[in-house]
């Protein structure tokens, strides 16, 4: 009986601020979805700078294609076409 007192005075602390130091997660939205050109069946993804211009760009194995898509970044979260090795 005694355990159960301290509950609730713990939750009446806790929500009420009385432990600054912990804060609940912020929120986070995400955007729609893009989809980038690549081969056929895209089966693995591997992110780099493949081209040295300190941007990230995106290296896709294709399964049925058997090959490579380089997808050069532009800087903003974009890509532009795939190159296909």
């Known amino acids: ?5 301290l509950i609730p005075l713990f939750s009446l602390a806790f929500f009420s601020g009385f432990f ?4 609940f997660a912020q929120g986070v939205a995400f955007t729609a979805a893009t989809n980038f050109g690549a081969g056929v069946r895209p089966r693995f993804v591997a992110v780099g700078d493949f081209n040295g211009d300190g941007r990230q ?8 294609s058997a090959n490579v898509s380089i997808l050069l970044g532009n800087g903003n ?4 076409g795939g190159d296909e090795l």
């Open 77 to 80: 979260g974009t890509f532009g």
């Open 1 to 5: 009986m005694r355990f159960s007192r």
């Open 57 to 64: 760009d995106l290296a896709v194995a294709n399964r049925l």
């Open 20 to 23: 600054p130091a912990i804060s």
